[in-house]
Nanobody
Framework: QVRLVESGGGLVQAGGSLRLSCAAS????????MGWYRQAPGKQRELVAT???????NYADSVKGRFTISRDNAENTVYLQMNRLKPEDTAVYLC???????????????WGQGTQVTVSS
């Protein structure tokens, strides 16, 4: 009933910027918290940033001050503005959202398919 689709990944030089988007579609009552995770080859998936429905944010220490998460509730979309990118930011970035589907009482976690971000030195 719910689908998350990411976009905006690509190849960028160190110090550059990218803006990721994740749009939710389907039949749902509401979207609670949303977030971005990333996974590099041979590494564990790690939380990058989260944002609540009211706009409260949380960031991994490694991206704090460089990345900004935001959301447009009317468009059911979450964004990740990534500035001053470093090679170590290279990973597949995945969108996550806790969604209450139509006909349900509680939220469930949904994931996008991921978008590749590659930062060259």
């Amino acid at each position: 009933q719910v689908r998350l689709v990411e976009s905006g990944g690509g190849l960028v030089q160190a110090g550059g910027s990218l803006r990721l988007s994740c749009a939710a579609s389907g039949r749902f009552v509401s979207i609670n918290s949303m977030g971005w995770y990333r996974q590099a080859p041979g590494k564990q998936r790690e939380l990058v940033a989260t944002i609540t429905s009211l706009g409260y944010t949380n960031y991994a220490d490694s991206v704090k001050g460089r990345f900004t998460i935001s959301r447009d509730n009317a468009e059911n979309t979450v964004y990740l503005q990534m500035n001053r990118l470093k090679p170590e930011d290279t990973a597949v970035y995945l969108c996550n959202a806790y969604v209450i589907p139509t006909g349900r009482i509680s939220s469930s976690a949904y994931w996008g398919q991921g978008t590749q971000v590659t930062v060259s030195s």
